[in-house]
C-alpha cells in the first residue's frame, strides 16, 4: 500500500494546483521515510545566483554531450577517418609548420567555454557555426581545424568538403588532447 500511496501523491499535486484548492507542495520538498513510515516536508527558495534559473542565467541551453566528448556524429565520417580518406595532420607537423612560418589557417571548432579552457591560438568558429561563417575559412591556403579529440573536427572537414567543395581542409589528428599529449604536457586535459 506504500508504493501506492507515493505514486498517487505527484497526481494529488496536480490536482491541487489545477483546481487551485488545498496548499501544494510549491517551493517544497516532501520527504517519505519508509523505513521508519515517517515523512516531511521541507521550505526551499529560488537562489538568485543559479546559473540555470537565477536572476541572470549563464546556462540557456543544453549542450550536446557526444560532442562535447569528441564522439563522431556520423558513422560514414568515421568511417572515412578509420580507413585513412580524410587529409591529416599530426600535431607534430603543425608544429613544425608554425615553427617553418608557413601561411596557413588554424580553425578550433569547439565551443567557447571549452576554448576558454585551453586553445591552440586558432580562430574559434563553433561547430554549429561553421555553416554560417565559410568567409572566415579560406580557400586559398591550408586550413588545419581542430578539436579536443579530432571526432567534431572530422565531421567539419567532411561536411565542408562535400557541401562546399572544400579541398584544402586538414584534420588535426587527436586534437588538442594529442597536443597536451606530445608537445605541451602543461596544458589542461579537460
Not at 517551493?27 to 546559473?51: C, E, H, I, V, W
Not at 562546399?164 to 589542461?188: C, F, H, Q, R, T
Request: glycine share 8%; hydrophobic share 30%; proline share 6%.
Amino acid at each position: 500500500e506504500q508504493p501506492d500511496i507515493i505514486g498517487r501523491l505527484p497526481a494529488n499535486e496536480v490536482i491541487k494546483v489545477i483546481s487551485g484548492i488545498g496548499d501544494p507542495l510549491i517551493g517544497k520538498l516532501y520527504l517519505f521515510d519508509a523505513l521508519r513510515f515517517t515523512s516531511r516536508t521541507l521550505k526551499f527558495s529560488k537562489d538568485p545566483r543559479n546559473p540555470i534559473s537565477g536572476d541572470n542565467p549563464s546556462i540557456t541551453e543544453l549542450i550536446d554531450y557526444e560532442q562535447f566528448c569528441g564522439i563522431p556524429q556520423h558513422e560514414e565520417a568515421q568511417d572515412q577517418k578509420d580507413n585513412g580518406e580524410m587529409k591529416e595532420v599530426t600535431v607534430n607537423e603543425l608544429k613544425q609548420m608554425r615553427e617553418n612560418r608557413e601561411d596557413f589557417e588554424l580553425i578550433d571548432v569547439r565551443e567557447p567555454f571549452e576554448y576558454d579552457i585551453v586553445n591552440l591560438e586558432g580562430k574559434l568558429i563553433p561547430q554549429k557555426e561553421v555553416t554560417d561563417h565559410l568567409n572566415q575559412i579560406p580557400k586559398d591556403k591550408k586550413v588545419v581545424v581542430h578539436c579536443r579529440s579530432g571526432g567534431r573536427s572530422g565531421d567539419i572537414v567532411d561536411k565542408l568538403e562535400k557541401d562546399y567543395g572544400y579541398d584544402n581542409l586538414y584534420n588535426l589528428k587527436g586534437g588538442v588532447l594529442a597536443w597536451a599529449d606530445e608537445i605541451d604536457p602543461s596544458l589542461p586535459k579537460y
